[in-house]
């Protein structure tokens, strides 16, 4: 048996230093045959890797917005608005009013928060300005069930939310276009809309997010000031109500709370459609699935048909070797050597051929993916181990595939023949 094993072994070691040799003596024909092969696992790998690529991304995206928050909208996520512009036009935005109907009457929601965009207005720190940042009004639920950090400063205190102190957060990045030299005024008084605010703390830096719904670039204050700054209730704000589920409660449950409670405050009458919409994270998640399997399709395909023009090339490479070597192998028969191992030797080379086309490939995708990262600042491609893993796998079989035949007739030369070339 062990005899077997180290055989075996050898046969492995010699039919990897003839593939070298044959590649090395053939470079182009080689680098032709491997060429498919790398083109083909390049295709598969690449499209898996930016697909998980932009799941990872998207994820992390939507940790924010939480899978178990419904938001009360005008829209929904189902479909694109500008298909149904006018039903969406009729509908009333969400108000304040049915927010605090909803903190008081709907007991499966454990946090409630409502925001309005205020829109973007330019903030004054004594000299430096910045001009046309987005500023937003939230409840004061609004920081847990978007975990807003805070990296100086604090948070709203309860009584400021709820009488609308003039008090102000800055994202990072807002912060530090405001005040360069890094050290943050909190406790000082910046000027929005013409008035004076209290800065009260500055976030954590997030980086940018691929649905580019972060915090960085956002000043915050609070919902109840806004409304004296501006007309809240007007469609322009675009309020939206966020109703996080409390632990115990299935969200379907808080769904059906909400409805009750909507229409009940819009008056809505039994047979009336609802006039408000209840999103919900799984939406788009279904949503960005369906264009994912399209796009993995896709790529599937056209690698395939590269991996599969590259697998007719190695044969060709296979079937050209063991004409080439038609004498050799009728002396290792006529001195004992078995078929397997015949088989073996050759399939050997045939994987070590479309290894060296797949790992070419390997680091074309990873070469793309860097270039892919320096230029997109809002998404991290990366080559996973599960993509390389993938990439390795199918020039495995591909090799088997595209060398069987070729070896397998090699095997069964007769050795008498075989020596007569």
Request: glycine fraction near 8%; include cysteine.
């Amino acid at each position: 048996m062990l005899h077997r094993i180290l055989l075996s072994l050898r046969i492995v070691q010699e039919s990897v230093g003839i593939a070298l040799h044959e590649i090395v003596s053939n470079r182009v024909r080689s680098s032709l045959s491997l060429m498919g092969i790398s083109i083909g696992i390049f295709c598969v790998v690449a499209v898996v890797a930016v697909i998980d690529s932009f799941e990872d991304g998207l994820k992390k995206s939507f940790e924010r917005l939480g899978n178990n928050v419904l938001y009360v909208m005008r829209e929904s996520w189902k479909e694109d608005p500008g298909m149904n512009w006018w039903k969406y036009l009729k509908r009333p935005n969400p108000t304040y009013a049915e927010f605090k109907a909803i903190k008081e009457k709907v007991k499966s929601a454990d946090k409630v928060a409502i925001r309005a965009f205020i829109g973007q207005k330019d903030l004054k720190y004594h000299t430096a300005t910045v001009e046309k940042a987005i500023c937003i009004g939230v409840s004061h639920d609004f920081g847990s069930i978007y975990d807003l950090q805070i990296e100086s400063g604090r948070y709203f205190m309860p009584e400021e939310s709820h009488k609308g102190a003039n008090v102000v957060i800055l994202g990072n990045k807002l912060a530090e276009l405001l005040f360069p030299s890094g050290n943050y005024p909190v406790g000082k008084s910046i000027k929005l809309l013409g008035r004076d605010l209290t800065l009260i703390g500055v976030l954590k830096k997030e980086g940018k997010s691929i649905l580019g719904d972060g915090f960085d670039e956002v000043a915050i204050t609070t919902f109840n000031y806004a409304r004296n700054l501006v007309d809240i209730n007007s469609r322009r704000f675009y309020p939206i109500i966020a109703v996080k589920a409390r632990d115990d409660v299935p969200l379907e449950l808080l769904q059906d709370d909400l409805r009750q409670t909507l229409r009940a405050e819009r008056h809505l009458q039994p047979k009336e459609a609802d006039n408000f919409e209840l999103n919900q994270l799984s939406i788009l998640t279904q949503f960005l699935d369906k264009i994912f399997a399209v796009v993995g399709v896709a790529g599937a395909l056209i690698g395939g048909f590269a991996i599969l023009v590259g697998g007719f090339g190695i044969a060709n490479i296979m079937f050209v070797s063991v004409k080439e070597r038609t004498r050799l192998i009728g002396i290792k028969k006529s001195l004992g050597a078995r078929g397997i191992y015949i088989l073996l030797e050759f399939l050997t080379e045939s994987v070590l051929l479309t290894l060296l086309g797949g790992l070419v490939g390997l680091v074309l995708v990873y070469i793309v993916l860097q270039i892919g990262n320096y230029y997109v600042d809002s998404l991290e491609f990366v080559l996973s181990r599960s993509n390389i893993t993938l990439g390795i796998l199918i020039s495995v079989i591909v090799g088997i595939i595209s060398g069987f035949i070729p070896a397998y007739q090699a095997s069964k030369l007769d050795p008498v023949v075989a020596m007569r070339g």
